[in-house]
Every structure is written in structure tokens, then in C-alpha cells.
């Protein structure tokens, strides 16, 4: 049965530090991770992994994926109380169908 | 600004009577998507179109059903909804090609009575 998950659950983490989520995948017909981040709203896309070893970078936070090892961490270093939200990974197989993980809820304290 | 809009935002209905969520993209994206996300839980897919080809998820209700009459709007009827249908359900867009990133709409947040 494919399925994504994600861990931890959830993470309090006081500003300034830096946080590791993780996520794993079994999916057939894999394509592509995707991260996104969501506050009380919809999520919003955050990054796109296709191929392993190859970080992506924006800012703060930074992402990888190991296909061999079927997993990817996001990591964000110095939080900011405004990087509290749940992060959903989601894996992209066949064409145009994807699968959902059930996210980290992640809290920074300042 | 290009973006996905549904309306409601928020929508309560009676169990049993049906319902018409609805969503638009100023995006032009070929694919159009509807979620289904419960408290605390992953968006689940229920269907996506790929132009006006329909693609149904193999565990979506039949309870539940689309239209997309062109390319900006897409519907999601729930014909008789229970009380388990409660949920917030999204709306995305995507191109058919390259990254398929996802560009979500708010959300309609439906609740059964």
C-alpha cells in the first residue's frame, strides 16, 4: 500500500534553533516530493525534489531527497516565530495524482 | 493576481441535502484538483482533471462528483452529504508538464448538521 509519512508529529522548538522534519515515502510509480507549508489557510508550495542528493535552497530552509533510501528531510536553521505552521510532504506518482502525508506541526516559541 | 478562488469560504448544509462547492483559476493550469482534508489529517485526493479529462481516485465515494465546464471553473457536487463528509476542502491547479507544482486555492470549510 503506498504511503507517505512524516516525523515527527509534532515539534516545539524555541527561535533561533534549527529543525530536521522528516519524511518517507512508498509510492509506485514515483515522480517527484514535494513540500509545502501550511498555516490556517491552503498550503503553499515550498519545494520540488526530483533527484537525489541535490539540495534545494531558499532562505532559511533547505531540502533533500534520497531515492535510494525513499525518504527527504527539510531542514530549517535559525527559526523565526513566523515558520510555525504544519509541513506536508507530499510524493507525485503516475501523472497528475498525489499522495499527502499527514504533516509536522511544527511551533516555535520565542 | 493570478490565483485559485472557491467559494464559499465556509458552507453549512443539512445532512442529506446536496451541496455545490466551486472553484476558479486566473492561472489558465491545464489540471485542476479537489482535495479533501479532516482535522489534522493529510489532504486526501478525490479526483483531478486533466483538461476535461475526469480521473477519479479509486476510493472516492460516489457520493461525490465533479464538473469542469471549462478551463477556469471546477465544481464538486456532494449529492447526499453525512456527517463524516465534514471537512475543508481544497481546490488546485497545476500545468500538465514540468514541476506540477500545486497552487491551492483557500479552502471551503463544509459543515454537516
Known amino acids: 500500500e503506498d504511503k507517505v509519512v512524516q516525523s515527527p508529529l509534532s515539534l516545539v522548538v524555541h527561535e533561533g534553533d534549527t529543525v530536521t522534519l522528516n519524511c518517507s515515502y512508498e509510492?509506485?510509480?514515483?515522480?517527484?516530493l514535494l513540500w509545502y507549508k501550511q498555516e490556517k489557510k491552503a498550503p503553499t508550495f515550498l519545494f520540488m525534489l526530483?533527484?537525489?542528493?541535490i539540495e534545494k535552497k531558499s532562505g532559511r530552509l533547505s531540502s533533500i531527497l534520497d531515492k535510494k533510501e525513499l525518504f527527504s528531510i527539510l531542514n530549517i536553521t535559525a527559526t523565526q516565530t513566523g515558520d510555525s505552521a504544519v509541513y506536508l510532504c507530499?510524493?507525485?506518482?503516475?501523472?497528475?495524482?498525489?499522495?499527502f502525508g499527514t504533516g509536522t506541526s511544527l511551533t516555535v516559541i520565542p | 493576481d493570478a490565483m485559485v478562488i472557491q467559494n464559499p469560504r465556509y458552507q453549512v448544509t443539512q445532512f442529506g441535502k446536496p451541496v455545490t462547492l466551486s472553484c476558479s483559476q486566473t492561472?489558465?493550469?491545464?489540471?485542476m484538483y479537489w482535495y479533501q482534508q479532516k482535522s489534522s489529517q493529510a489532504p486526501k485526493l478525490l479526483f483531478h482533471?486533466?483538461?476535461?479529462?475526469?480521473?477519479n481516485e479509486a476510493d472516492t465515494p460516489d457520493n461525490f462528483q465533479s464538473r469542469r465546464p471549462n478551463t477556469s471553473f471546477c465544481f464538486l457536487d456532494i449529492r447526499s452529504p453525512g456527517l463524516g463528509d465534514a471537512a475543508m476542502y481544497l481546490c488546485?491547479?497545476?500545468?500538465?508538464?514540468?514541476?506540477?507544482?500545486?497552487?491551492f486555492g483557500p479552502g471551503t470549510r463544509l459543515t454537516v448538521l
Open positions: 507530499a510524493t507525485r506518482y503516475t501523472g497528475n495524482q498525489f499522495y
Open positions: 509510492v509506485t510509480n514515483f515522480r517527484s
Open positions: 526530483t533527484s537525489s542528493g
Open positions: 492561472l489558465n493550469h491545464n489540471v
Open positions: 482533471y486533466y483538461d476535461k479529462d475526469f480521473n
Open positions: 488546485a491547479t497545476s500545468r500538465a508538464d514540468g514541476e506540477r507544482r500545486q497552487f
